[in-house]
Structure formats: C-alpha cells, structure tokens
C-alpha cells in the first residue's frame, strides 16, 4: 500500500552516478531515479507515456532522460521535448511524465509520494557528513527488519564487545538511528512493498574515521543481518512445507 505524505528513502546517494539511471519501487509502485549530468537527482514514474517502457532501461543526456524505445526526450520537469521520428515537431505539453518532489539528506536519495504541493511533509534533519555502507534489500516487510536489527545489534567500531542492546531510535517517518558505542549508523527504510524492504544503511562522521576499515565492519554487520534474515526464512518456510 502507498504511504503518502511521507519522504521515503530511494537510494544512496553514491549509487547513482551523474548521467546514470535506476529502476526501484515504493509500495509496489515503480519508479525510476537518475541524475542529470549536473549531478541533481530525479525521481520519477518508472514509464515512458507513449508505450509503457520502462525508463530506467534508457539513457540520460545532460539534462534529458530518454526513453529506450522511441527515443523520446524529457527535460527534468516531466516535460517531453523531442520525439526523433518527429524532429521538427512543437512537442505537446501535455505528454509529461509524473514527478516527484526529490531532495537529498543524510547521504541518501529522497522522494515524497504524494499529489499536493502543500501537503510536503518536512524533510529529515540532514546528519551531516555522513560515510555510505550499503543498502540492503530483504524479504520481509519493514518490522520484521526493526526486529532483525534490534535482535542483531553491531559491535562498535574498533570495540570487541556487542551492545547489550540495540539502541534503535525513530527519528523519521522512515529513517532510524541505530547507536554502537560512540558510532551512529543512520537506516533509511525503503518498502519495496508489503514483504519486501530496501535497507540503506550510512555512518554518521566524517571520511577519516571510517572509510575503508570503519566501512568494512559494518558491512560485515549488515551481511550478518542478511543472514539472520534468510535463516529465519528457511525456517520459516520448513515449519509451512512439514505442516
């Protein structure tokens, strides 16, 4: 079910390059990110208006995105300006694609899914400098992942000993903080759909204290959290076939 009124987490910010595009979901619903060759990022509906193909499967140029199929053409408001069968042609502008509002926060990619321009909810506090980990994409819905990480706590960056617990704290619609000792990783929660949750996953703090080796401990973590995940999976999957 689409959540509206809410900027939902789309992806890292690193893993879309400038001039390049990807197709994702938010409550079953597709859309496409890209960015344009200035580097600014766009998220929009995951289709071309005049045959249904998908965008994310065409290209960007400058500050166009085009369609595979066609070619056509759209500049970063929705709007279709050039149709290469057509070339001459004054483009209707009533062939636009639906757009969402975008920002950037936290080192991750932002969309707000809704229609009214005054019902844009306040975006997340911005953490600051901030080092990307991962994302992470898991077949269960989003509070079975709360539950996962509360359950699979990191180790502090540099420490030996686990948290006792996990100090797992809301501090958005969709993002949560998650403390490690003096470490704060920041979790975007992405719902691909019911059953199915993208996980994107930064440190708060600055380059020199964690890239590479900081990086590297909380991938581990992350993996370990995978794990845990596809075990209560089989698991769970064992209880339904025996029964």
Not at 10 to 28: C, F, K
Not at 114 to 120: D, G, T, V
Not at 170 to 184: F, M, N, P, Q
């Amino acid at each position: 079910m689409m959540t509206t009124g809410v900027w939902h987490p789309i992806a890292l910010s690193v893993s879309i390059e400038p001039g390049s595009s990807a197709g994702t979901h938010v409550g079953g619903r597709e859309l496409v990110v890209w960015r344009d060759n200035s580097g600014v990022a766009h998220v929009w509906e995951d289709r071309c208006p005049h045959r249904g193909m998908k965008l994310s499967f065409g290209f960007v140029r400058g500050d166009h995105i085009a369609c595979l199929y066609h070619g056509w053409q759209y500049d970063t408001a929705g709007q279709c300006r050039y149709i290469p069968a057509h070339p001459d042609l004054k483009v209707p502008r009533s062939i636009t694609v639906a757009t969402y509002r975008t920002a950037e926060a936290s080192g991750m990619i932002w969309a707000a899914i809704e229609s009214a321009e005054s019902a844009a909810p306040a975006l997340p506090e911005d953490a600051g400098e901030v080092v990307p980990i991962r994302s992470v994409y898991v077949d269960v819905g989003a509070d079975a992942l709360l539950a996962a990480i509360e359950a699979t706590p990191p180790r502090p960056f540099g420490g030996t000993e686990r948290s006792v617990a996990a100090k797992l704290q809301r501090v958005g619609a969709k993002l949560h903080s998650l403390a490690a000792g003096a470490d704060t990783l920041l979790l975007g929660l992405q719902s691909l759909s019911d059953n199915r949750t993208a996980l994107h996953v930064v440190v708060a703090g600055p380059a020199s204290s964690y890239v590479d080796k900081g990086q590297a401990h909380f991938l581990a973590w992350t993996a370990e959290l995978r794990h845990r995940l596809d075990a209560q999976s089989a698991g769970s999957n064992h209880i339904t076939e025996a029964a």
